[in-house]
Protein backbone atom coordinates (compact mmCIF):
# COMPACT_ATOMS: atom_id res chain seq x y z
CA UNK A 1 0.00 0.00 0.00
CA UNK A 2 1.27 3.54 -0.36
CA UNK A 3 2.75 3.09 -3.84
CA UNK A 4 3.11 5.81 -6.01
CA UNK A 5 1.15 6.29 -9.43
CA UNK A 6 4.09 6.30 -11.97
CA UNK A 7 2.44 6.32 -15.51
CA UNK A 8 2.86 10.07 -17.00
CA UNK A 9 1.00 9.77 -20.26
CA UNK A 10 -2.84 9.40 -20.34
CA UNK A 11 -4.11 7.16 -23.16
CA UNK A 12 -6.89 9.77 -25.04
CA UNK A 13 -10.16 9.18 -23.97
CA UNK A 14 -11.54 8.18 -27.04
CA UNK A 15 -9.22 5.15 -27.75
CA UNK A 16 -9.23 3.99 -24.06
CA UNK A 17 -13.19 3.48 -25.09
CA UNK A 18 -12.59 1.71 -28.36
CA UNK A 19 -10.05 -0.45 -26.27
CA UNK A 20 -11.92 -1.48 -23.21
CA UNK A 21 -16.20 -0.43 -23.62
CA UNK A 22 -17.85 -2.76 -25.84
CA UNK A 23 -18.50 -1.50 -29.42
CA UNK A 24 -22.54 -1.44 -28.46
CA UNK A 25 -21.89 2.43 -26.88
CA UNK A 26 -23.06 3.71 -30.38
CA UNK A 27 -24.77 7.17 -29.43
CA UNK A 28 -22.70 10.28 -29.99
CA UNK A 29 -21.05 11.69 -27.27
CA UNK A 30 -22.33 15.21 -27.69
CA UNK A 31 -25.92 13.82 -27.94
CA UNK A 32 -26.09 12.12 -24.37
CA UNK A 33 -28.90 13.30 -22.59
CA UNK A 34 -31.39 11.32 -20.79
CA UNK A 35 -35.35 10.28 -20.12
CA UNK A 36 -36.86 10.43 -16.94
CA UNK A 37 -39.77 8.71 -15.89
CA UNK A 38 -42.02 10.92 -13.10
CA UNK A 39 -40.44 11.80 -10.32
CA UNK A 40 -43.81 12.53 -8.60
CA UNK A 41 -44.96 8.87 -8.95
CA UNK A 42 -42.40 6.66 -9.16
CA UNK A 43 -39.32 5.26 -7.22
CA UNK A 44 -37.55 4.38 -10.45
CA UNK A 45 -35.96 6.72 -12.90
CA UNK A 46 -34.81 5.53 -16.07
CA UNK A 47 -31.96 7.27 -18.43
CA UNK A 48 -31.50 6.64 -21.92
CA UNK A 49 -28.71 8.15 -23.74
CA UNK A 50 -29.64 10.63 -26.31
CA UNK A 51 -32.65 12.56 -24.64
CA UNK A 52 -31.55 14.56 -21.12
CA UNK A 53 -29.44 14.26 -18.27
CA UNK A 54 -28.43 11.88 -15.40
CA UNK A 55 -28.30 15.14 -13.36
CA UNK A 56 -31.93 16.16 -14.18
CA UNK A 57 -32.56 12.28 -12.46
CA UNK A 58 -30.84 13.26 -9.67
CA UNK A 59 -32.44 16.78 -9.16
CA UNK A 60 -35.64 15.08 -9.50
CA UNK A 61 -34.82 11.98 -7.31
CA UNK A 62 -35.94 11.81 -3.85
CA UNK A 63 -33.64 9.63 -1.14
CA UNK A 64 -34.08 6.09 -1.80
CA UNK A 65 -34.86 6.24 -5.07
CA UNK A 66 -32.61 4.32 -8.25
CA UNK A 67 -31.39 5.93 -11.03
CA UNK A 68 -31.05 3.09 -13.74
CA UNK A 69 -28.48 4.56 -16.58
CA UNK A 70 -29.39 2.44 -20.20
CA UNK A 71 -25.79 2.01 -21.92
CA UNK A 72 -24.42 4.52 -23.55
CA UNK A 73 -21.75 7.71 -23.15
CA UNK A 74 -23.04 10.46 -21.43
CA UNK A 75 -20.90 13.88 -21.46
CA UNK A 76 -21.55 15.66 -18.14
CA UNK A 77 -20.56 15.83 -14.28
CA UNK A 78 -22.69 14.59 -11.22
CA UNK A 79 -23.10 15.93 -7.92
CA UNK A 80 -25.82 13.58 -5.48
CA UNK A 81 -26.36 17.27 -3.33
CA UNK A 82 -26.86 14.34 -0.30
CA UNK A 83 -29.37 12.65 -1.79
CA UNK A 84 -29.42 8.75 -0.57
CA UNK A 85 -29.72 7.30 -4.38
CA UNK A 86 -28.51 4.65 -6.17
CA UNK A 87 -27.35 5.09 -9.30
CA UNK A 88 -26.72 2.12 -11.47
CA UNK A 89 -25.71 1.25 -15.02
CA UNK A 90 -28.29 -1.40 -16.04
CA UNK A 91 -25.53 -3.29 -18.34
CA UNK A 92 -22.87 -2.55 -16.12
CA UNK A 93 -19.70 -0.73 -16.75
CA UNK A 94 -18.54 -1.76 -19.89
CA UNK A 95 -21.70 -0.47 -21.53
CA UNK A 96 -22.08 2.55 -19.44
CA UNK A 97 -19.91 5.51 -19.55
CA UNK A 98 -19.81 9.03 -17.69
CA UNK A 99 -17.50 11.00 -19.41
CA UNK A 100 -16.41 14.64 -17.35
CA UNK A 101 -13.91 15.82 -19.68
CA UNK A 102 -14.95 19.52 -21.35
CA UNK A 103 -17.09 19.70 -24.10
CA UNK A 104 -14.78 21.77 -25.66
CA UNK A 105 -10.69 22.72 -24.84
CA UNK A 106 -11.71 26.08 -23.65
CA UNK A 107 -14.64 24.74 -21.07
CA UNK A 108 -15.14 24.57 -17.68
CA UNK A 109 -13.35 21.51 -16.03
CA UNK A 110 -14.13 19.47 -12.64
CA UNK A 111 -14.85 16.63 -10.89
CA UNK A 112 -16.55 13.76 -12.82
CA UNK A 113 -18.62 13.01 -10.16
CA UNK A 114 -19.13 15.27 -6.43
CA UNK A 115 -20.22 13.86 -2.95
CA UNK A 116 -19.46 16.71 -0.35
CA UNK A 117 -23.18 16.78 1.39
CA UNK A 118 -22.95 14.03 3.68
CA UNK A 119 -23.81 11.03 1.73
CA UNK A 120 -23.57 7.86 4.04
CA UNK A 121 -23.90 4.03 2.92
CA UNK A 122 -26.74 3.84 1.35
CA UNK A 123 -25.97 6.12 -1.35
CA UNK A 124 -24.59 3.89 -3.84
CA UNK A 125 -22.62 3.68 -7.61
CA UNK A 126 -23.08 0.29 -9.40
CA UNK A 127 -21.85 -0.77 -12.61
CA UNK A 128 -20.44 2.70 -14.14
CA UNK A 129 -17.04 3.74 -15.90
CA UNK A 130 -16.36 7.39 -14.63
CA UNK A 131 -13.34 8.95 -17.03
CA UNK A 132 -12.33 12.23 -18.01
CA UNK A 133 -12.73 14.06 -14.77
CA UNK A 134 -9.95 16.75 -14.32
CA UNK A 135 -10.46 17.44 -10.55
CA UNK A 136 -12.35 20.14 -8.56
CA UNK A 137 -10.51 23.09 -8.01
CA UNK A 138 -8.87 24.84 -4.64
CA UNK A 139 -8.43 28.29 -3.15
CA UNK A 140 -4.24 27.84 -3.98
CA UNK A 141 -5.86 26.86 -7.56
CA UNK A 142 -4.66 23.00 -7.49
CA UNK A 143 -7.53 20.37 -8.53
CA UNK A 144 -8.12 17.17 -6.11
CA UNK A 145 -10.25 14.11 -7.00
CA UNK A 146 -10.52 13.79 -11.30
CA UNK A 147 -13.03 11.32 -10.95
CA UNK A 148 -14.66 11.20 -7.97
CA UNK A 149 -14.88 14.39 -5.01
CA UNK A 150 -15.51 13.05 -1.70
CA UNK A 151 -15.27 15.29 1.02
CA UNK A 152 -17.27 14.02 4.23
CA UNK A 153 -18.80 11.15 2.94
CA UNK A 154 -19.03 7.71 2.75
CA UNK A 155 -20.78 6.06 -0.42
CA UNK A 156 -20.61 2.55 -1.57
CA UNK A 157 -19.01 2.08 -4.65
CA UNK A 158 -18.55 -0.99 -6.90
CA UNK A 159 -18.55 -2.45 -9.98
CA UNK A 160 -16.92 0.31 -11.08
CA UNK A 161 -14.00 1.30 -13.81
CA UNK A 162 -12.19 4.68 -12.97
CA UNK A 163 -9.87 5.41 -15.48
CA UNK A 164 -7.96 8.13 -17.70
CA UNK A 165 -9.14 10.78 -14.74
CA UNK A 166 -6.51 13.83 -14.35
CA UNK A 167 -6.15 16.20 -11.01
CA UNK A 168 -3.49 17.92 -9.02
CA UNK A 169 -4.66 15.69 -5.39
CA UNK A 170 -5.74 11.94 -6.14
CA UNK A 171 -6.25 11.82 -10.09
CA UNK A 172 -8.76 9.01 -9.59
CA UNK A 173 -10.38 9.64 -5.81
CA UNK A 174 -9.98 12.86 -3.53
CA UNK A 175 -10.98 11.64 0.25
CA UNK A 176 -11.26 14.16 2.99
CA UNK A 177 -13.03 13.00 6.31
CA UNK A 178 -14.86 9.85 5.06
CA UNK A 179 -15.21 6.15 4.82
CA UNK A 180 -16.22 4.72 1.77
CA UNK A 181 -16.48 1.26 0.54
CA UNK A 182 -15.36 0.67 -2.92
CA UNK A 183 -16.05 -2.94 -3.84
CA UNK A 184 -14.80 -4.67 -6.91
CA UNK A 185 -13.14 -1.56 -9.16
CA UNK A 186 -11.09 -1.04 -11.25
CA UNK A 187 -8.33 1.31 -11.36
CA UNK A 188 -6.17 2.66 -14.44
CA UNK A 189 -4.63 5.29 -16.29
CA UNK A 190 -5.70 8.05 -13.31
CA UNK A 191 -3.12 11.12 -13.76
CA UNK A 192 -1.73 12.64 -10.35
CA UNK A 193 0.02 15.35 -11.70
CA UNK A 194 1.49 16.45 -8.19
CA UNK A 195 3.37 13.24 -7.77
CA UNK A 196 0.51 11.65 -5.14
CA UNK A 197 -1.46 8.38 -5.98
CA UNK A 198 -4.91 8.12 -8.00
CA UNK A 199 -6.36 7.72 -4.42
CA UNK A 200 -5.57 10.20 -2.37
CA UNK A 201 -6.88 9.94 1.52
CA UNK A 202 -7.13 13.08 4.30
CA UNK A 203 -8.55 11.76 7.67
CA UNK A 204 -10.30 9.16 5.78
CA UNK A 205 -10.60 5.50 6.36
CA UNK A 206 -11.82 4.17 3.16
CA UNK A 207 -12.30 0.17 2.30
CA UNK A 208 -11.66 -1.74 -0.66
CA UNK A 209 -12.53 -5.06 -1.42
CA UNK A 210 -11.28 -7.04 -4.62
CA UNK A 211 -10.33 -3.49 -6.54
CA UNK A 212 -7.44 -3.82 -9.08
CA UNK A 213 -4.55 -0.95 -9.44
CA UNK A 214 -3.04 -0.80 -12.62
CA UNK A 215 -0.24 0.99 -12.41
CA UNK A 216 -1.96 3.57 -9.55
CA UNK A 217 -1.56 3.25 -6.12
CA UNK A 218 -3.41 5.27 -2.89
CA UNK A 219 -1.68 7.15 -0.14
CA UNK A 220 -3.05 8.45 3.05
CA UNK A 221 -2.34 11.62 5.22
CA UNK A 222 -3.47 11.87 8.55
CA UNK A 223 -5.73 8.92 8.60
CA UNK A 224 -6.19 5.55 9.74
CA UNK A 225 -4.87 2.48 8.05
CA UNK A 226 -6.85 1.88 4.66
CA UNK A 227 -9.00 -1.13 5.57
CA UNK A 228 -8.36 -3.72 2.95
CA UNK A 229 -11.53 -6.62 3.06
CA UNK A 230 -10.87 -9.76 2.53
CA UNK A 231 -12.07 -10.23 -0.90
CA UNK A 232 -8.70 -10.40 -1.90
CA UNK A 233 -7.31 -12.79 0.49
CA UNK A 234 -3.96 -12.15 1.40
CA UNK A 235 -2.90 -10.43 -1.32
CA UNK A 236 -4.15 -7.11 0.06
CA UNK A 237 -5.50 -4.48 -2.61
CA UNK A 238 -4.71 -6.62 -5.88
CA UNK A 239 -2.25 -4.32 -6.69
CA UNK A 240 -1.19 -4.94 -10.72
Not at 120 to 129: D, I, V
Not at 141 to 169: F, H, M
Not at 223 to 233: K, R, Y
Request: one cysteine or more; glycine letters at 16%.
Amino acid sequence: MGARMRNARRTPLVALVSAILSPLLLTPASASVSHVMSCETSSVHRVFAGSGTIQAAIDCAMDGDLILIGPGVYRERLNLRGKTLCLRGSEGANKTLIDGSPLSPEGPRGSTITMRSGEGAQTRLEGLSIAGGDGTGTKRGRTQGGGLYLKGTSPVIEDCLILNNSAWQGGAVYLEDGSPHFINCWFYLNDSRGGGSTIDCVRSSPMITACGFHEDGIQWKDAALVNIGPGCGIVGACCV
